[in-house]
């Protein structure tokens, strides 16, 4: 066993037992890296990751390999779930070095932390163009012992490269509608026809820029909009990616047709589909987009909950070392053949339509088959995504079950995930918390509270929803160029501080902080928060409509930040007939808050009518007269 046994990550402990001498991240490594003069070679990956088992089958488990990593390096270990922060920079410095990143990632560093060189997957013989990983670690360290100036020159070179990238600066051109037209119209040049999405194979799902287009047609009606994301989301649900058995997706499509998985199954993209499908059946009608929200969130609750209220990160990609034998199919298991599309090891995938007998007929017999390894660490801002997808959905589709597992998260994310001064941590296994909470966590957080409120009308969530952006605000604002760090002022300083903006795969704690900045800005009739959102839009303001698909959740904040404000005030609880009509419709621009309630400032002076439950329509706390029958919403909409 090497330094990794004690460590709470499913991925470090799988590790654990390799002939490496592999440390975690920290100052034991580093400072063993200094004392011996040794360069560091960090391996950054994931549980779930199928080319991470490949590597370490292949190198770290191969006693010859680890011998010669030991004599000649420190070896690091990281799983990027648990350290965005690390994994951020050094993929960023991979992508600088060699054009494109992935994991598992390999980044050889100087002792300072400093990287010179790095590269994703290596083969151990070369191959396709690759060099062999043992070649690699000869001529790297050779290079560290015999050409210190160049290795030190071109280490200073990338870093200071790493922190002009990290210093965007905002833009001073006005924030119009303009730019959601230009971002619209990027995606419809992107968009497939055929098969939904955007660009071409592989494919991932696009779930934030299918939520911004949703908020297009709300305001538009183009049906054209419309159109992009009925294709996307129907071509996604129709077999291969989606999980037609059991119900959820894995992670993308290798090919253009939505049909090839990596068979990982990650709790993040389940937990932003699910509502995007809830959305597309509010505004169209379709059931089908409802039925896939709902077996999303079934299999969230089946699958990855965990005992202490929270869910697992992950199901692994593959099983019992071979990729995706949980989910695929024989013709002898008697399934029909024109739903079997050939994939690996005389194996096939689902696609097509499947009737409810013959789904619980396969459900069933595959519960009697090997399941692939659960990542059960608990990270807070998927945690945090999740919460939103199960409130929301709780209360649009009546289901007591996904209100009563989201309020045990939010009860496990403000307790076990947080400490006694309300700081929330990155991640829990095992009763263990690990590493300070990083933005995007309490960004994710922080908007699944406010929907927990708006899904419960109670108050204590929208408190603490506020009260954990002031946290954040506090923690990872920067006062002078705008927008937010990704890691907290008071953590570990790297050798760059960055700010993260994509949306893919998930919200960037920048754009979901903006989002919820937002939305609590209007229920608190407060400035401040809004102008620390319009500092999020001006860093990015030129990069919004050249590459939309990359910001989708941005633009979903920015259309928020333009649209006309709408405040819903709901004096009573959300079962009350004129919350339920008020709240029914898709209405991606109205905020909401239950009273009564004299400390929140949009429910002051706000009362029952004739002791009934009534409803204040509000733009910048101008009120029109309350309604307390649903017939009476057309006057104030």
Known sequence: MNRLADETSPYLLQHAENPVEWYPWGEEALERARSEDKPILLSIGYAACHWCHVMAHESFEDEGTAALMNERFVNVKVDREERPDLDSLYMDAVVAMTGHGGWPMTVFLLPSGEPFLGGTYFPPEPRHGLPGFREVLVAISDAYRERRE???????????????????????????????????????????????????????????????????????????????????????????????????????????????????????????????????????????????????????????????????????????????????????????????????????????????????????????????????????????????????AGRRLGRADFLQAARRLADFLLGPLSDDDGRLYRSWREGRRSNPGYLEDYADVANGLYELHVATGELRWLFEANRLVGVAVALFADDESGGFFLAPADGEQLVARKKEFDDHPTPSGNSMLAFILLRLSRIWGDDEPERQATGVFRLIRDALPRAPSAFGHALCALDLYLAPPRELAVIGSPEDAIAQAALAPFDPDAVVAFGPSEEVPLLVGKDFVGGRPALYVCERFACRAPVTEPSELARVS
């Open 150 to 392: 160049d290795v030190g020159r071109q280490a200073g070179t990338l870093v200071e490269a790493l922190k002009q990238s990290a210093a965007v600066r905002p833009s001073s051109d006005p924030l119009t509608e303009s730019l959601l037209v230009e971002a619209e119209h990027g995606l419809r040049r992107q968009f497939d026809p055929e098969w939904g999405g955007f660009g071409g194979a592989p494919k991932f799902p696009p779930a934030s820029a299918l939520e911004f287009l949703l908020r297009r047609y709300h305001h538009t009606g183009d049906s054209e909009t419309l159109v992009m994301v009925t294709r996307t989301l129907d071509g996604m649900a129709a077999g291969g990616m989606y999980d037609l058995v059991g119900g959820g997706f894995h992670r993308y499509s290798v090919d253009d047709r939505w049909l090839v998985p990596h068979f990982e199954k990650m709790l993040y993209d389940n937990a932003l589909l699910a509502p995007v499908y809830l959305h597309a059946w509010l505004v169209t009608g379709e059931e089908r987009h409802r039925e896939v929200a709902e077996a999303t969130l079934n299999y969230l609750l089946r699958e990855l909950r965990l005992p202490d209220g929270g869910f697992a990160s992950a199901q692994d990609a593959d099983t019992e070392g071979i990729e995706g034998l949980t989910f695929t199919w024989t013709a002898e298991e008697g399934v029909p053949a024109e739903l079997l599309q050939p994939f690996e090891h005389g194996r096939s995938i689902l696609r097509g339509d499947l009737d409810e007998e013959l789904r619980r007929r396969l459900f069933e017999l595959r519960e009697r088959r090997p399941k692939p390894l659960r990542d059960d660490k608990a990270i807070a801002a998927w945690n945090g995504l999740a919460l939103a997808a199960l409130a929301e």
